[in-house]
């Protein structure tokens, strides 16, 4: 293939064209880079035919998402959150090393594998903004749009086509023209970005690529072997500058008025609103009560609703439960089950699992949602507690006798960091607008804040004495945690990390959820066999439920309709309508 890019015959450099194309899509991923690197010096070859053939391969090894537009509509004032998920096409090139940046008010944005999460904290009358990834394979975008009901929407912002971009016709190219722009909002925070593109230099003439230039990037890269796509040679022998910071789109000065009304809009994309739509309710109805395993503890509920897991422990099953039918089937564990997680797509179950003894049996059991059965066993510390999936959809195991936190990578399963915290950690949360991770210590009668960016201890929150669960709100923006032998729940403001409090609550507090509209809190008492309803903001408790004898744990469906507490005196679970 180097023979062919560096001929001086144009047939040849076309024919080499298609290969470095084919090496492009590839799973080699240091190959892949260095085949783009090579086509983009091949868009300045001295044949026009080369060139343009160059350019289209580019372009169809560069990152695409789908859809290109996201509406989220007219939504009512109150609502906490709305979330898109977009699907990132290309090679695997696309996704390796990705970066994801926004430009919108209350727009926050994470990728992981090939699906970009957009979420939308409503926080001003409208939202016109953007979400760009970039990578190794060039950069594409996602333009986002909203309004609050009862607001002016902003010179027809909402439903008018989608702005042109300020780059050339490469989305692997350089910017073309200088903006500034101001008003938007930085990934994970608060204050008002200003941007600044620079216009790229002049194209230097265009001419044959040589064969000595691509020896070096492909032979570089060959020998690291797929160590990684961070290093790019370049062929004035400097080093790689670093990544463009993504502005917002607007249209280019070029771009007349005519040209844009003849551009047709992009498709619109409507995101379900079914979740927001619904309302929590200040005393929620106990509807039923399905009977499981042996002394029913964790209880978690599927992304999608429909299936609810229960980890039983005197019967080392775990159960699954359909939602709609209310039928009842059981995978066996090879040892006690304890507590569950599901993960974000809902393809895998996490059950934590070890003896009395608190030493012997512990691991995780990794089960398969679709054929229902434990396809791995993952070895851990001692005593692992209440799992938890981050929302990169990582899996975090509390280690209780050890102190410290065991972090899993998505997919693979490996374990990739253990992090130190206060003794002796029992349940995490998460605030994916803050990137912080708090944990409940018990026997530290505090709250572990982690920096989920570094994976380290920025805090520890004093509360209320042994903190046996916490929850963070939907929206982000408040932590619930359950003081087990002071009979009291505390609230902790995720961005100023003060905490309010105690609210007095039943006997035993044992665990803890929050509506999907966070509008209130639930508090699971174990001794009382009652749930506590607390106001989401003030901590106030509005009402006090009876489930069933010696209540564990309890899980919110993610629609709001429905709440799912597992009762451990009596084998069953109760569920609760806590939305409508």
Sequence with gaps: MLTEIGSPIRESRLAGIDGLARLAWGADLA?????????????????????????????????????????????????????????????????????VTVSGPGLRAMIHDRTLRIMWLPRSDWLDGSVTVRGPAGWADVRVTGQVANAAAPFAAVGAPAPKNDYGTSRGGEPEGLRTYDGGMVAGGYGPARVTVLPAPPPPARRQIGTTILVAILTSLVVLGGAGVAMTLLDDGQAPAAPLVAAPQTSTQAQTNAELEETPAPAISKVPLAAARVKSVARPLVIGTIRVGAEPEGVVVSPDGRTVYVANQNSRILSVVDAATRKVSSVPLRNTPRFVAVSRDGRTVFVSMYEDDKHTGSGVAVVDARSRKVVRYLDTGHMPYTLAVAPDNKLWVPIHSDGRLEIFTSGTLRMESELPVRPNPHAVGFSGDQMRAFTANHESNAVSVIDMRTNAVIGNIPVSRAPHSIAVSPDGRMALVAGYEADTADLIDTVTLKRTGPFKVGRDPQSVAFSTDSRYGYVVNEFDGTVSVLNGRTGTVVSTIKVGKSPRTVGVSPDGRLAYVSNGGDNTISVLKVGQ
């Design 31 to 99: 190959m892949a880079h260095a085949a783009r690197q090579a086509l983009q010096q091949m868009t300045e070859d001295d044949s026009r035919a080369v060139s343009a053939a160059a350019t289209a391969a580019l372009e169809r090894t560069s990152v695409r998402l789908d859809p290109e537009r996201i509406d989220f509509g007219t939504v009512a004032a109150e609502t906490p959150r709305l979330v898109a998920d977009v699907r990132v096409e290309g090679p695997p090139l696309a996704v390796a090393g990705a970066t």
